[in-house]
């Protein structure tokens, strides 16, 4: 499976984070694991750590995002990396340069890694197979298709509060179709043996074939919602509306928002989650939002510790990787 | 193959105790409060033994060093052994750094580094239940449990279940082994 999995050096190291399908139980544990000593970082009066020092990490950014860029530009920092933010939304591939070619140059100023947000599917796999050996990709969301770190920091929060995962029955609500958060989260919740998957939504919203990624399907939230665990929110996004997919924001908060009534129809333990920012009144009632059931501020935190882990996994074998090729190529 | 049974092992721990002992009551005219800290995990096995003795204000500090080790370009993020724990501040305080075996002094450099970025203690004291050959590094234990002189491939193991020690040669050390056991007199 590794041997053909790009995110894989011939070694069987993880080298590219890229998405959380295909990779197994073992792995996954192995990042939260990481992630969770992590977490002490912040005890201490000086919170970086010299893991990284000397590295040069590049945030390329295709799409507008400044939350997950912060987290990536703060967990890189964390790790005495130096960062470069470069903003390709307003820069040279306006100007006709080539994604290649802008990767060359990236690659010429002596970059370890690439952290790529773009709005097509496949993109962090597509710059992965085009970069230099020695780098590192790593996913910060592409189009429809995955945002691997998000699923990760999901996954995180919810052993934070629940432990075990074997038990749990774990609710999505809203735009599962376009959603790249609820398909990592849905590939990262049935590698970690999550008892039920429950994703509900407009049919409009529900992607065909979708119980072949393991999941139930439900159309009404009521009932959805019943002896749930863990209840994770999607943001809608405004060209919904514009696409007629839903019928009005109004309609959807009265038919699927998180309310504080329908909250009580889950255990009284389940925690409510989302990837922000939350549209108030459309997916989730502020006081839910607000709730002490809600873990919304607790996984923006979580989503450092899991980067660094992420970030200090994928380069920690840079330097072997190199002098095996020295020593293949002497 | 050498053992080092619990009743011997205890014996060192017990000369440690009393060293620590009497460093803690005669610190002549540094009245600093004393907390200790062990280095995950095989110094935080020693220190326990030894914090349960001496009747410290403050609970067993845990360092994880992984994140400050200088081999990680090299071989990548260690074991997880779980987060340093510092349950108290390190300014101004007298730390009695713990840890099991003490060879090339980078681990020690490395928890140094750590204690560093917590605050600024006023004084360190580093104790070791085994020095054994091999320095690196200009860093000295200030107690010692025992001193044992070993060839580079010998390779010495704390079992916490009953503190005893066994130093072995093994045939053929496979690299993952050796990361795993976490104490590679690193």
């Known amino acids: ?330 | 193959m050498t053992r080092y049974n619990t009743e011997q092992v205890g014996s060192w721990l017990q000369d440690m105790q009393q060293s620590l002992q009497h460093l803690i009551t005669d610190t002549s005219g540094d009245d600093s409060p004393v907390a200790m800290i062990g280095i995950k995990t095989g110094g935080v096995d020693v220190g326990k033994h030894l914090h349960k003795s001496l009747d410290l204000h403050e609970p067993l500090g845990e360092l994880n060093i992984s994140f400050y080790r200088d081999d990680f370009s090299t071989v990548g993020l260690h074991p997880v052994v779980g987060p340093s724990q510092v349950p108290f501040s390190i300014d101004g305080r007298h730390i009695i750094l713990v840890d099991d075996v003490l060879s090339t002094g980078r681990t020690v450099r490395a928890a140094m580094n750590e204690i560093f970025d917590y605050g600024r203690p006023s004084r360190i004291t580093l104790a070791v239940l085994i020095q054994r050959t091999g320095h690196e590094l200009p860093i000295r234990a200030d107690i010692i449990g025992q001193a044992i002189d070993l060839s580079d491939n010998m390779h010495v193991s704390l079992d916490p279940s009953d503190m005893s020690i066994t130093v072995s040669e093994p045939n053929r050390r496979e690299p993952d082994r050796r990361e795993a056991t976490g104490e590679q007199g690193l």
Do not use: W
Not at chain 1, 3 to 26: A, S, Y
Not at chain 1, 90 to 109: A, H, N
Not at chain 1, 215 to 223: D, G, M
């Open chain 1, 1 to 330: 499976m590794k041997h053909n999995d790009p995110q894989f050096n011939r070694f069987g190291n993880l080298h590219h984070f890229l998405t959380l399908d295909g990779l197994d139980k073992q792995t996954l544990t192995g990042i939260l694991d990481a992630a969770e000593n992590f977490t002490s970082v912040n005890d201490k009066s000086i919170k970086n750590v010299p893991l990284l020092r000397g590295k040069t990490v590049a945030n390329l950014f295709f799409e507008n995002s400044t939350r997950t860029r912060t987290a990536f530009e703060l967990a890189a920092k964390r790790l005495s990396a130096d960062i470069l933010n470069i903003d390709l939304v307003s820069s040279s591939t306006k100007k006709g340069e080539s994604l290649l070619d802008t990767l060359r140059v990236l690659e010429s100023l002596q970059c370890d890694m690439f952290i790529v947000r773009h709005s097509d599917s496949g993109a962090a796999h597509f710059i992965a197979e085009h970069v230099a050996s020695t780098i590192n990709v790593v996913n910060g969301g592409d189009g429809q298709h995955s945002h691997p770190t998000q699923g990760m920091l999901d996954m995180f929060t919810i052993r934070r509060h629940k432990g075990d995962f074997e038990n749990l029955r774990v609710v999505i609500i809203g735009d599962i179709k376009h959603s790249r958060v609820a398909r990592s989260d849905i590939s990262a919740l049935r590698t970690l043996g999550v008892a039920e998957i429950r994703v509900v939504a407009p049919n409009t919203l529900i992607p065909e074939y979708v119980e072949e990624l393991g999941v139930k399907v439900y159309s009404k939230l009521e009932i959805a919602l019943k002896d749930a665990d863990v209840i994770m929110g999607l943001r809608l996004q405004n060209e919904r509306m514009n696409s007629a997919t839903v019928p009005s924001m109004g309609e959807f908060f009265r038919t699927y928002g998180l309310t504080e009534d329908r909250l009580k129809l889950a255990k009284s333990d389940a925690i409510v989650m989302h990837p922000g920012p939350t549209n108030r009144g459309v997916e989730i009632a502020a006081n839910v939002a607000d709730g002490k059931q809600a873990v919304i501020l607790e996984q923006v935190n979580y989503g450092i510790a899991v980067r660094m882990a992420v970030l200090s996994i994928t380069m920690g074998h840079g330097e072997a990787v190199r002098e095996a090729e020295m020593a293949v190529s002497s």
